[in-house]
């Protein structure tokens, strides 16, 4: 049994996010790239800026770039937070015009980089917080990466006012992909093996996903027979949780639990970025 469920191919859909992403940023004024973000320093041109840095970073990877490297005993997050802030920094720069045009140009040769993988292959990055003692699948380091750009678009679209990119085609695989933290979420929970918790999003893009206890360590399961926990969710509070754009324990007052309170702690605390 995989620990991370069945694959996730979002690679048909990075056109339609990006062309979502573009559209948003032809229509804004100029007080509005500078309207802040949830991200803190960073405004909407800023958050753009990142997007452009994944754009290049990937495209570099195809090259046989290695990039940045870590400082002397530097950690994961705080390599991440250094080597995106100089880049954003360098972006300040750019205009919003020539961004766009950037975003636009490059996109379609990203898109061919994820064309060219193989899903069940090895990745080319892992994916720290769904595992990290076991080699992430490609589906799943894509899937990471159509989550970070549908969440950024929501950034700015929070910043401006103007929301959209709901529509569960284009939602439900984020949703899907941050579930796949579940197993991750409940790695310090020792429950006896068979254990079930359940996970269910309502809304039009939401779902229901379940991790089991097996062979000592949990696991993405097809949902069904009776959970030790349950906890019930809306679409909207999920990924605001999944990417820390709310707390937790405001998640937890938008949610509701049922069962093991230890699992059904834990399940509250999902996280789906590097943090």
Known sequence: MTIFGPAVDVRPLFPRERQAMLDLLRALG??????????????????????????MRRLSGRDGHGGAVFADDETLPAYLARVNEEFVRATR??????????LDQLGAQLDAVWAAHELEAPAGLNVSWAATDVDSPAWLDIGREYTEFWVHQQQVRDAVSLPGAT????????????ARALPYTLRTCEHPDGTVAHLEVLGPAGGRWSAVRQDGR??????????????????????????RGITVEEARARSTASGDPELTAA???????VA
Request: glycine share 4%.
């Open 30 to 55: 100029p007080a509005d790239w500078a309207e802040p973000t949830v991200c803190p320093g960073w405004d909407v041109h800023d958050v753009t800026g990142h997007v452009l840095n994944d754009f």
């Open 93 to 102: 720069q750019l205009s919003p015009q020539l961004m766009i045009q950037l």
């Open 167 to 178: 529509q569960p085609e284009l939602m439900a695989p984020v949703l899907d992909v941050f």
């Open 218 to 243: 949990w696991r993405m399961v097809t949902p069904g027979g009776q959970p030790a926990a349950r906890v019930s969710m809306d679409q909207d509070t999920f990924w605001r949780l999944a990417t």
């Open 267 to 273: 399940m509250t605390t999902l996280l789906a970025v």
